[in-house]
């Protein structure tokens, strides 16, 4: 367990189906992002949220929507996907911005499967 | 821009053996290195980190010394063990200014440890 939980571990879902991923931290951090990890690629950065506030959005499609309630939890609200957006979707966390100092804390990831 | 050079892989190894992962780097500036490692079917756990110029940084047997004149980070371990067995990801993060920070990952490299 490190600190960042993230929930379902695994989902399949169809083209047409509304889903959204959550992610849990209680580190005390101040920063939380979102990165998709698709096979053979880099980590391509899709969301950052510092202080609750959207501070970065890496051209990422409408269909993927983002939210921070707070600075515990952030969700990705999925709908309408495509089978390319099949992945593993990982959170990740920081105690300064962009983990400069101290990088960051991971949460296991969420494996999407789009059908 | 910024970027992270990794060595192809995947490496695979007899116990024991003697590791090196190449990583290089292009960053305009004064970056903080590190290496994460990702096991199988988890996310990404940062190994360890250098922030500044000849800085070491260690954990769990693996090193690697900032070097900026060769624009370095290589990941070493004088003898590993299968549970070293992983995917390995250098990373920088930069201040590209206006307060505005970027992370960027390597595409890793799959270790494989044979007993």
């Known amino acids: 367990e490190t600190g960042v939980t993230q929930t379902p571990r695994h989902l399949v879902m169809g083209m047409t189906n509304k889903k959204s991923l959550k992610c849990e931290q209680h580190?005390?951090?101040?920063?939380m992002y979102w990165y998709k990890q698709s096979a053979k690629k880099p980590l391509e950065l899709m969301f950052v949220?510092?202080?609750?506030?959207?501070?970065e959005n890496n051209s990422v499609p409408s269909r993927f929507s983002p939210e921070c309630p707070n600075s515990s939890h952030l969700f990705l609200h999925l709908h309408t996907l495509q089978p390319e957006d099949s992945a593993l979707y990982l959170c990740a966390s920081s105690q300064d911005h962009y983990g400069l100092i101290y990088g960051y804390t991971f949460g296991s990831g969420t494996r999407l499967t789009v059908v | 821009g910024n970027s992270v050079t990794q060595m192809e892989g995947p490496v695979t190894l007899s116990e024991e053996a003697f590791l090196t992962i190449n990583c290089t780097y292009t960053?305009?500036?004064?970056?903080?290195l590190f290496w994460y490692v990702q096991y199988p079917g988890e996310g990404l756990q940062l190994l360890l980190k250098a922030t500044k110029a000849d800085d070491k940084g260690s954990n769990k047997g693996f090193e690697a010394t900032y070097r900026k004149e060769t624009t370095s980070f290589h990941l070493e371990k004088g003898s590993v063990q299968v549970s070293d067995s992983a995917v390995y990801f250098c990373?920088?993060?930069?201040?590209?200014?206006?307060?505005?920070?970027?992370?960027?990952f390597g595409k890793g490299t799959k270790l494989s440890v044979i007993p």
């Open positions: 580190l005390g951090h101040n920063a």
């Open positions: 960053a305009t500036g004064y970056p903080s």
């Open positions: 990373a920088l993060t930069i201040n590209s200014g206006a307060g505005s920070y970027q992370l960027t």
């Open positions: 949220y510092s202080l609750e506030e959207r501070v």
